[in-house]
């Protein structure tokens, strides 16, 4: 883990203990490289894909579905 505080994701705490900090996951910033998602070892279960990134992604599939 790298040095310093990191903010829970899913409570928007800081996560003040090392071994209580679990990484997520990386997401991408729109002008530069982005920053990592951090959250609790008891918040983990509650970090999930972004619903509307989810929903995009199932109308293409379906479109391509339709489309074949």
Known sequence: MSAG???CH???ELIT???DAVYVGHEPGN???GWDIWAH???VDQVGPDPAAE???LR???ARARAS
């Open 5 to 7: 505080l990191h903010g």
């Open 10 to 12: 899913a409570c928007g």
């Open 17 to 19: 203990d090392p071994d």
């Open 31 to 33: 002008s530069g490289p």
């Open 41 to 43: 070892r008891a918040h």
């Open 55 to 57: 929903r995009i992604l």
């Open 60 to 62: 293409v599939l379906l």
